[in-house]
């Protein structure tokens, strides 16, 4: 009689596999959204068109429209005062270009938020908070172009600087800074919104901060019940300071007073994701 040998069965379960180490799950997390993000923005051209068309259109505009007429303090004739607005006019226009790039950080955070792809994160591993990481890699990302953009076309139709490349690359280090600030606040914005129409409208309300700043017209020449509101609110000594390093001179006080400005919306922005986000993320 043949008997058959029988196989033992092992009862050893196979160990599980081990997630990624925090650190390199942040990394390998921050890697992947930064590039979701950007692929999402290049695919979106007409917004990202528009972020930076915008903005040269609008200093194109005043500057042939109204430079002429416009008096900031350097005097000559109509062609004078004309370089002379676009040379005061050209760091506002690059504010405004990153504030029209980092309102897109409000939309696309609110879409995440509410379209149901926190929940999906679950199954990754990554932190949930390289999503808004990525967010803001791919803002500076998008900001830093249309900034370029807007300094290329400044210098195309006749701004010309006497800044030393310190000078030069200290005016761009304070648009840096600004796009980032900006970018945490519009990813706080668009975190609590309740969709991306709301997002959009509440975007919409920093945006005009730039009009009624030293961006535009000096703050001296503005109406006394003006004059207080455009002194005393961010855009304005970061405006002044980028300005005055762009065209060669020593930035005053204002630099200190816009980077207080910029450390406060900073902190205060972080320290609102950091204490909504976990409480949004859960009820995902």
């Keep these: ?21 925090r650190g390199a799950g942040l990394l390998v997390g921050l890697r992947v959204f930064t590039a979701r993000s950007l692929k999402h923005s290049f695919r979106d051209g007409e ?39 676009l040379a005061f006019v050209l760091p506002a226009v690059a504010l405004i270009a990153a504030g029209f790039g980092a309102s897109y950080t409000s939309v696309v955070v609110s879409n995440d938020m509410t379209t149901g792809f926190m929940n999906r994160l679950r199954t990754m591993p990554f932190p949930s908070v390289t999503v808004l990481l990525g967010h803001a890699a791919s803002s500076m990302v998008r900001n830093l172009l249309a900034t370029a953009v807007v300094l290329l076309v400044g ?4 701004f010309r600087t006497d800044a030393s490349v310190p000078q030069f690359l200290g005016a761009v280090g304070i648009i840096a800074v600004w796009i980032l600030v900006i970018t945490c606040v519009f990813a706080m914005l668009g975190m609590v919104a309740g969709s991306a129409e709301a997002a959009t409208g509440y975007g919409f309300i920093l945006l005009f901060l730039p009009y009624i700043s030293s961006g535009f017209a000096r703050v001296e020449t503005m109406p006394a019940w003006l004059r207080p509101i455009a002194e005393h609110q ?3 000594p970061v405006i002044d300071s980028s ?22 919306l900073m902190l205060l922005a972080v320290w609102l994701i950091a204490v909504i986000f976990p409480r949004k993320v859960a009820r995902t």
């Design 155 to 158: 210098f195309a139709v006749g």
């Design 47 to 85: 917004s990202l068109l528009m972020a930076i068309l915008l903005p040269v259109l609008l200093m194109l505009i005043f500057t042939y429209v109204l430079g002429g007429a416009m008096d900031v303090g350097e005097g000559g004739d109509a062609a004078g005062a004309r370089e002379a607005y």
């Design 234 to 236: 961010p855009m304005t």
């Design 1 to 21: 009689m043949t008997t058959t040998p029988r196989t033992a069965i092992s009862t050893v379960t196979p160990a599980p596999p081990h997630p990624p180490a």
């Design 243 to 264: 300005r005055a390093l762009l065209n060669g001179r020593a930035p005053g006080s204002e630099l200190w007073v816009g980077m207080l400005w910029c450390a406060g």
